[in-house]
């Protein structure tokens, strides 16, 4: 059982945002034990956003958050830096609605954390342990978790497209593996649905230089490709993002096929709402912890 962990001091980013298109910046602080992850509008009066899955408001094309009329979106790739370095406490302050890009991986995160230092915390972290299997069917899209010593995902990924057709990909999500397995993996669109997501005021700030594109045929730029199976690892990298909205780490094995951010806080939320098939492992009894994550449906 680990402490919890914060970050030794502020960090300053600066990017575009891959839909709203404008530029952010947006400032890691350190947070008291206890505090979580919590995302902070600077400029709509320091509302207050929690990581967590009862602040969801969408999932189409990225997580959004929201509380009282302010929204942060493109949270994912920032969490999953957070989540995969397992530090638990942090304040983010933005100046806008969206977390920025920077290039489409969380790499730049991981750098910069790294770079910073991660400071521990008086008190230990708690764990949600699975009992049994939960499982989210949705059409052709399904997402489970089962028991397992540890975590663990396993993504299946599949396009009828010449340029990768199916990836799948089970992995330990540890420090680790994280920094060298997920975190360089870029998130990917295909150039015939730019058009349309333009017309949702989407993917205004979407380039070469924070995406990978796929053509009809090929990837547009994929002489740079990270991985030969990059796509499968950044939904790993997306999925691990969401799964932290839960609040504490969670020990089982995430079981995904053609899964997404719907899917993931579909399978949060029925995790939540199905108390006798999990568990709270920590040093003490907690009973607190269990009316807090209630509280999130």
């Known amino acids: 059982m680990r402490l ?16 709203t298109g404008r530029m952010i910046d947006m400032c890691l602080r350190p947070a008291p034990r206890g505090s979580g992850v919590v995302f902070i509008r600077k400029d709509k009066g320091d509302i207050e956003i929690k990581a967590n899955v009862g602040s969801v408001s969408d999932t ?13 979106g493109t949270v994912e790739h920032l969490l999953a830096a957070l989540a ?12 806008g609605p969206e977390v920025p890009i920077l290039d489409g991986s969380a790499l730049h995160f991981v750098d910069a954390l790294m770079q910073c230092g991660i400071a521990k915390q008086a008190k ?3 764990c949600i342990k699975i009992l049994e299997p939960i499982v989210v069917t949705e059409g052709a899209s399904q997402i489970a978790i089962t028991p397992y010593d540890g975590t663990r995902i396993t993504y299946r990924l599949f396009y009828t497209h010449p340029a990768f057709g199916e990836q799948k990909m ?3 999500i540890t420090a680790t593996s994280f920094i060298n397995e997920l975190a360089p993996a870029r998130t990917f669109g295909f150039l015939k649905d730019v058009e349309m997501l333009k017309s949702k005021g989407l993917v205004k700030g979407g380039s070469l230089d ?4 796929l053509g009809d045929k090929e990837v547009i730029n994929g002489g740079s490709l990270r991985f030969k ?7 790993i990298l997306d999925a691990i993002g969401d799964l932290s909205l839960i609040g504490m780490p969670i020990y089982g094995h995430v079981i995904a096929n053609k899964s997404g951010h719907t899917l993931h806080v579909k399978l949060l939320k029925k ?26 449906v």
Do not use: M
């Open 60 to 72: 189409s094309f990225a997580t959004t958050l929201s509380t009282d009329g302010a929204r942060v």
């Open 4 to 19: 919890q962990n914060t970050i030794q001091k502020d960090i300053f980013i600066c990017g575009q945002g891959l839909h």
């Open 271 to 296: 995790i939540l709402l199905n108390r006798d098939l999990w568990e709270i492992i920590s040093p003490a009894v907690l009973t607190s912890g269990t009316s807090e994550l209630a509280a999130q």
């Open 210 to 213: 924070n995406a990978i594109v």
């Open 170 to 172: 089970g992995v330990d």
């Open 229 to 235: 199976n990059e796509f499968v690892r950044h939904k």
């Open 84 to 95: 995969g370095l397992n530090i638990d406490n942090v304040y983010i302050e933005l100046n």
């Open 124 to 126: 230990s972290v708690s």
